[in-house]
């Protein structure tokens, strides 16, 4: 049977919530894991690093990626 769009929107109003929960712990574990990743690219590298850890690097730095001097690396490496 056929699903009228008040009970759709019944349900996504429902399921909303619990979706955003689940997708919430995953996207942290991903943070998580991503600056895992960059730091150890940024340890074992100099600059210029490749555009991901350039990118990554700028938005934790809040400072544009051509910018970026040896001193941010290192103070970012504390």
């Known amino acids: 049977m056929k699903m009228s769009c008040k009970?759709?929107?019944?349900?996504?109003r429902h399921d909303a919530p619990i979706v955003e929960r689940r997708n919430r712990l995953?996207?942290?574990a991903e943070r998580r894991r991503?600056?895992?990743r960059m730091l150890r690219l940024v340890k074992a590298g100099s600059l210029p690093y490749t555009?991901?850890?350039m990118s990554w690097?700028?938005?934790r730095i809040n400072k544009p990626a051509s910018r970026i001097t040896?001193?941010?690396v290192k103070q970012l490496l504390r």
């Open 51 to 53: 555009p991901p850890v």
């Open 34 to 36: 991503r600056d895992e």
């Open 7 to 12: 009970e759709r929107r019944i349900r996504r």
């Open 57 to 59: 690097m700028s938005e």
């Open 26 to 28: 995953r996207k942290q």
């Open 70 to 72: 040896p001193e941010d």
